[in-house]
């Protein structure tokens, strides 16, 4: 657990509170959630079980779709860190056999090489 309470400084990491508070409807009985990042208005949150990602959809954000990944299925990710203009970080996530990645890019709260960790610890 001292890898996700290294991660709780940074600024992009949602607060342990609310987070409950957004994924326990969408958890199973034995299922925890670990850590969630934001992404500008969407989410990546890992439970103990799974990667979900939160698509907010609309001007005022009360419409949300919910993707959700078992680790098992996560075939490789790769990150891509900001630049000098370039000021967001990108994560691609490769799902099965699709060869088309699910991509998500961060802006400069979330430190990308938190992410690419937490990933390495789930994904077998």
Known sequence: MGLFSSLLGNAGVIDEQK????????????????????????????????LIITD???????????????YSKITKFSIETTGTFDLDAELKIWVG????????????????????????NYVK
């Open 97 to 120: 056999s699709d060869s088309t990645p699910i991509e998500r890019k961060f802006n400069k709260k979330v430190n990308i090489y938190d992410v690419q960790k937490v990933l390495m």
């Open 19 to 50: 987070l409950n508070e957004t994924i326990r409807p969408l958890l199973a009985d034995s299922e925890q959630a670990i850590i969630g990042f934001n992404i500008f208005r969407d989410k990546m949150i890992f439970t103990s079980q799974r």
């Open 56 to 70: 907010t959809q609309g001007l005022t954000g009360s419409k949300v779709s919910y993707l959700s990944i078992p």
